[in-house]
């Protein structure tokens, strides 16, 4: 019951700060601004990926990771240590309380904005535009990932304000290594820990369909790897023959035209957010609960 | 005796550096209100925030009512009744959403939690402020709601931290008021600095001096520890009579006497003597003179004194008691009678 009391305690207060409030309009707007422009122009997977850009890749992330940042940091603490953590609650329970509670806000604004925008996307009859063969199941698990993602943002928050106990300090520090790490990932394509590279891979994984993809997968998998060793060896023939390699093939300028998707496991997107969140949480849970107050 | 409160060599260092509480041994007996006396910094708010299990101790160990303090004591913080210096309290919440809160926290059925919050409002006075928002409320009105969130569990111990500290005159003599009410029923420690409200309120009284505790006791045994037994007595005359009578009373068996401003004798009882008869020698001598006698005030019953004694004493003995403790590794060190 204390923990059910904080969770509803933090949920009233995240609903009733400017903060929350202010992100769900500007992130509609955003939305509504987004899916106008694409109307007539993108497919509804592309359209969609680009729908969740904002939140995966900018600027929507801050707000996430900022969320996460306040719980037991600053002149917060003092209130807390006072008001709550004297009384007969746990630390742990707060803290995953609190925790919860950012989550449900984010995932709660997340839905509110996406929800209407994708089944208007999906259904809607847009003759200008090609039909598109996105999928159930690669909506639900785009939404799964996507949710993952953002309940990752938040625990990475939680931990650096946990950690470095001034908000200010936190929200810059995560700025300025998350971000330009999330570029490095980037480059190295990996959608697992990038969540620039699964925005990318997003449009492959709403046409993925529920059945198929296993043996598609596997051939496409296999060709494409085939095409890739023989592209290699050509080179360092070419090399040894005393040519000149081949110049680096460049993506085109689309944001989801680039890279190749084909190969993307859902399983090692989800264990690659799910692993660190874990961790996150629990590092946070146990240096707050060995801190003085 | 049962105690409420129970630490063994209770230090606390803060990272290696700042000792806040230092080898303490106190013992708080239940059903006492406990003055937890010290100047600021002596560690009163730490030794607090131990038992509460918001600070873990560098060494030594802390009990309430038998069980262990800790970080994840639950059960002992359910007993205890907190209330901080200058609560900082939930700004954007009501009072009630407050304690409705803290009702659930602490695990209160509803139909044991709604009465409770109401009547705790109006206990303290805030039944006018509930549709008042917590940030726009006085320092009275926060201290007022802390104490309504102390007793929300109706807990058998209160811990409240200087509880009159900032408040107006009406608001203190409510709260000390409150404070002996309560104590009929619970045990109450209250730390503070202020020696007047430890000398209204309290029964038992500990001293703290930095992070030491140097005398725990009950409050007559604490008086008694002061060695003048001095008396001052306010009287109104000419100061040449006034100067005239000290002398002749500094000539009397046992006492001495001196004049310390023109309204003002001071008179010193030795000890063993019979402190009444001594005084009533002086006073006839003041009635002789034609001096008018205003008050007698006993500076021996004095707390401030005691308690200034204490300081002294304790900033005098510092290494001998050290010297005492490695020998003996007893508590108490010599000339204190912390226990």
């Avoid at chain 2, 003179?289 to 007698?296: A, D, E, I, M």
């Avoid at chain 2, 050290?322 to 010599?334: C, M």
């Amino acid at each position: 019951m204390p923990a059910l009391a904080i969770l509803r305690h933090e949920l009233g207060s995240l609903w009733s700060g400017w903060l929350v409030r202010l992100w769900l309009i500007a992130a509609g707007l955003l939305a509504l601004l987004t899916l106008a422009s694409a109307w007539g122009q993108l497919q509804t997977a592309i359209l969609t990926g680009s729908l969740l850009f904002p939140f995966l890749v900018f600027p929507w992330f801050l707000i996430v990771m900022l969320l996460g940042i306040s719980p037991v940091t600053g002149s917060r603490l003092d209130a807390l240590a006072d008001g709550i953590l004297s009384r007969p609650i746990t630390r742990y329970e707060y803290l995953l309380a609190s925790w919860a509670a950012r989550v449900v806000t984010v995932l709660a604004v997340f839905f509110l904005v996406i929800t209407p925008c994708v089944l208007l996307a999906t259904f809607a009859k847009r003759p200008a535009v090609a039909a598109d063969s996105v999928t159930w199941y690669g909506m639900l698990c785009a939404a799964t990932l996507v949710s993952l993602v953002l309940t990752f943002l938040v625990s990475l928050g939680f931990l650096a304000g946990t950690l470095l106990r001034r908000p200010l300090v936190a929200a810059v520090v995560l700025f300025f290594v998350w971000y330009p790490a999330n570029f490095v990932l980037d480059t190295l394509q990996l959608e697992e820990f990038s969540p620039i590279t699964l925005n990318r891979a997003l449009p492959t994984l709403l046409r993925t369909p529920w059945k198929a993809p296993d043996d598609q997968a596997d051939r496409k998998l296999s060709s494409t790897d085939a095409a890739a060793l023989q592209r290699q060896w050509d080179q360092v023939m070419t090399v040894f023959g005393g040519g000149q390699p081949e110049p680096p093939r460049r993506d085109s300028g689309d944001f989801f035209q680039r890279g190749n998707y084909e190969d993307f496991s859902f399983w090692k997107v989800f264990l690659g957010y799910s692993i660190p969140t874990l961790a996150a949480v629990a590092v946070a849970t146990w240096c707050f609960c060995r801190r003085d107050l | 005796m049962s105690l409420a409160i129970r630490t063994e060599h209770l230090t606390k260092i803060y990272g290696g550096k700042v000792i806040a509480v230092n080898d303490m041994s106190l013992q708080v007996p239940a059903g006492s209100i406990y003055g937890l006396l010290g100047p600021n910094g002596a560690g009163k708010t730490t030794t607090l925030r131990l038992l509460l299990g918001l600070q873990t101790p560098t060494a030594g160990k802390a009990e309430v009512f038998g069980h262990a303090c800790g970080v994840n004591a639950t059960g002992v913080r359910g007993m205890i009744g907190f209330l901080p210096t200058h609560p900082t309290l939930p700004g954007h919440l009501r009072p009630v959403e407050y304690l409705e809160l803290l009702g659930k926290v602490c695990r209160l059925p509803a139909e044991v939690r709604k009465p409770r919050l109401t009547s705790l409002l109006r206990a303290v006075g805030l039944l006018d402020a509930t549709d008042q928002r917590i940030d726009t409320f006085s320092t009275g009105m926060r201290t007022r709601l802390g104490i309504a969130a102390s007793l929300m569990a109706d807990p058998p111990l209160l811990l409240w931290d200087e509880p009159t500290a900032g408040l107006d005159p009406a608001a203190r003599r409510f709260t000390l008021d409150l404070i002996r009410d309560l104590g009929k029923t619970r045990t109450i420690l209250v730390a503070t600095h202020i020696l007047s409200d430890i000398d209204q309120i309290c029964d038992h009284v500990g001293v703290m001096y930095e992070g030491r505790m140097i005398f725990s006791g009950p409050m007559r045994e604490m008086k008694r520890r002061l060695q003048r037994d001095e008396y001052i007595l306010e009287v109104e005359g000419p100061p040449e009579t006034l100067s005239a009578a000290a002398q002749r009373a500094d000539q009397l068996p046992d006492v001495t006497a001196r004049a310390a401003d023109q309204h003002t004798l001071v008179v010193q009882v030795a000890e063993g003597a019979s402190r009444a008869a001594a005084l009533a020698k002086v006073l006839e001598l003041v009635d002789v003179g034609g001096l008018t006698l205003h008050s007698v005030q006993s500076a021996r019953n004095d707390t401030e004194h005691a308690y200034l004694q204490l300081l002294q004493e304790d900033q005098a003995h510092g290494f001998r008691r050290f010297e005492y403790e490695k020998r003996h590794g007893a508590d108490a060190g010599p000339g204190d009678s912390a226990s």
